[in-house]
């Protein structure tokens, strides 16, 4: 899913930027990160979840055509509820545009590790070319990514909430997951509202944000701190009045996806209580955010496969669910991000005045 920044600052840096990476180091990281999940998929996953890729294939081939298509309907209804977050985060983006972007940025961000940056870049072009400003672009994105730390930090405390009521054991790795949530959702929240509180508190974090990227790249000016202070009304201006529509959005979103991980595992036969499942799918949005591989793929299926097993449920039937849920949830968005992008490629652009106008100084 796409999480790109935008805001007006004057010396704001450019999305399509690479930050001097060079094709050399780049290269080195696409390799590592597609051999560490090709490794975590052939050896982890089965290795984990106590079962063969053998027996994973003769579950996912019991699967009937019928309910591949459901699956599907659900996965392009939950990409829709996401694009109110968008609509939300940026006034005067229409719902059929937010779903190109969308689908767009994630098919780049999931072919290569760390792709976010890539997704980025293709997030500016798309939404250039539609005639909005950079600086738009960065307030999306920087509010709608927080919007979705927040909600993947939550689902633990829900899990464990849930869990806890239903009296069901509560493993010390839940427990210490929930901590955690609590913890990085106080403490994002709490420089989240510094940043777009006041001139001074956006100017404080950003300075400590540069200092801290001077420590391991020298030369690295105050742009952090230049870029929030310019972003910052604009930011608490779209939180003000989008807040409501971009958390029904994420509700919606993950409560779709929530009810597609309970129908891939009861369709490959895992008998559980609904709080265990949403615990173990709390987990798996959770490690998505591990950026070592390609939108986490290999480290969410084992580390969800692997609390399914824990609390009983049959190896087989549990990592062929995780297996079918990542089917239609990762790897699908690649062949809708190709019709996303052929859909844009045929879409009216900005004209030149247009574009002009939009990256004029307001």
Request: hydrophobic letters at 50%; glycine letters at 12%.
């Given at each position: 899913m796409?999480?790109?920044?935008s805001?007006p600052?004057?010396?704001?840096?450019?999305?399509?930027?690479?930050?001097r990476?060079?094709p050399?180091v780049?290269?080195?990281?696409?390799c590592?990160?597609?051999?560490?999940?090709?490794?975590?998929l052939w050896?982890?996953?089965?290795h984990?979840?106590k079962t063969?890729?053998?027996e994973v294939?003769?579950v996912?081939?019991?699967?009937?055509?019928?309910?591949a298509?459901?699956?599907i309907?659900?996965?392009?209804?939950g990409?829709?509820?996401y694009?109110?977050v968008m609509?939300?985060?940026?006034?005067?983006l229409?719902?059929?545009?937010?779903?190109?972007?969308?689908v767009c940025g994630?098919?780049?961000s999931?072919?290569?590790?760390g792709?976010?940056?890539v997704g980025?870049a293709?997030?500016?072009?798309?939404?250039?070319?539609w005639?909005?400003?950079?600086a738009?672009v960065?307030?999306?994105?920087?509010?709608?990514?927080v919007?979705?730390?927040?909600?993947?930090?939550a689902l633990?405390?829900?899990?464990?909430l849930g869990?806890?009521?239903g009296?069901?054991?509560l493993p010390?790795a839940m427990r210490?997951?929930?901590?955690?949530?609590?913890?990085?959702?106080?403490?994002?929240?709490?420089l989240?509202?510094?940043?777009i509180g006041?001139?001074?508190g956006?100017?404080?974090l950003g300075?400590?944000?540069d200092?801290?990227?001077?420590l391991?790249r020298r030369?690295h000016?105050?742009t952090v701190?230049r870029g929030?202070?310019?972003?910052r009304?604009?930011?608490?201006d779209t939180?003000r009045?989008?807040w409501?529509?971009?958390t029904?959005?994420?509700?919606g979103?993950f409560?779709?996806?929530?009810?597609?991980?309970l129908l891939?595992?009861?369709?490959?036969?895992i008998e559980?209580p609904?709080?265990q499942?949403?615990?173990?799918?709390?987990i798996g949005?959770l490690?998505?955010?591990v950026?070592?591989?390609p939108g986490?793929?290999?480290?969410t299926?084992?580390?969800?496969?692997?609390a399914?097993?824990?609390w009983?449920?049959?190896p087989?039937a549990?990592?062929?669910?995780?297996?079918l849920?990542?089917?239609?949830?990762?790897?699908?968005?690649?062949?809708l991000?190709a019709?996303?992008?052929?859909?844009?490629?045929?879409?009216?652009?900005?004209s030149?005045?247009?574009?002009?106008e939009?990256?004029?100084?307001?």
């Amino acid at each position: 899913m796409t999480t790109a920044p935008s805001g007006p600052a004057p010396a704001q840096p450019s999305p399509a930027d690479p930050k001097r990476t060079s094709p050399v180091v780049r290269g080195l990281q696409i390799c590592l990160g597609l051999g560490l999940a090709v490794a975590m998929l052939w050896w982890g996953l089965p290795h984990f979840a106590k079962t063969s890729w053998s027996e994973v294939f003769h579950v996912l081939g019991t699967v009937p055509a019928w309910k591949a298509a459901l699956f599907i309907a659900l996965v392009v209804a939950g990409l829709y509820c996401y694009t109110f977050v968008m609509t939300g985060a940026m006034p005067g983006l229409t719902h059929s545009r937010a779903l190109i972007l969308n689908v767009c940025g994630s098919s780049v961000s999931n072919l290569l590790p760390g792709g976010g940056a890539v997704g980025l870049a293709a997030t500016y072009s798309i939404a250039k070319s539609w005639g909005f400003s950079a600086a738009s672009v960065t307030t999306m994105a920087v509010v709608t990514g927080v919007w979705n730390v927040l909600t993947r930090v939550a689902l633990p405390i829900i899990a464990v909430l849930g869990l806890a009521w239903g009296a069901t054991d509560l493993p010390t790795a839940m427990r210490e997951a929930a901590w955690a949530a609590v913890l990085s959702g106080t403490a994002i929240v709490a420089l989240f509202a510094v940043a777009i509180g006041t001139d001074a508190g956006a100017r404080m974090l950003g300075r400590g944000i540069d200092r801290l990227i001077r420590l391991v790249r020298r030369g690295h000016g105050d742009t952090v701190e230049r870029g929030l202070t310019g972003m910052r009304e604009r930011t608490a201006d779209t939180v003000r009045t989008g807040w409501l529509q971009m958390t029904l959005g994420m509700v919606g979103f993950f409560g779709l996806y929530y009810v597609l991980f309970l129908l891939c595992t009861q369709t490959t036969g895992i008998e559980l209580p609904f709080g265990q499942l949403f615990a173990a799918y709390a987990i798996g949005r959770l490690l998505t955010a591990v950026g070592v591989t390609p939108g986490g793929l290999g480290v969410t299926e084992t580390g969800t496969a692997a609390a399914l097993v824990a609390w009983g449920a049959d190896p087989a039937a549990s990592m062929a669910g995780v297996v079918l849920f990542s089917i239609f949830t990762h790897l699908m968005e690649i062949p809708l991000g190709a019709i996303g992008w052929l859909a844009w490629s045929l879409m009216p652009k900005a004209s030149a005045e247009e574009l002009a106008e939009a990256e004029a100084p307001a």
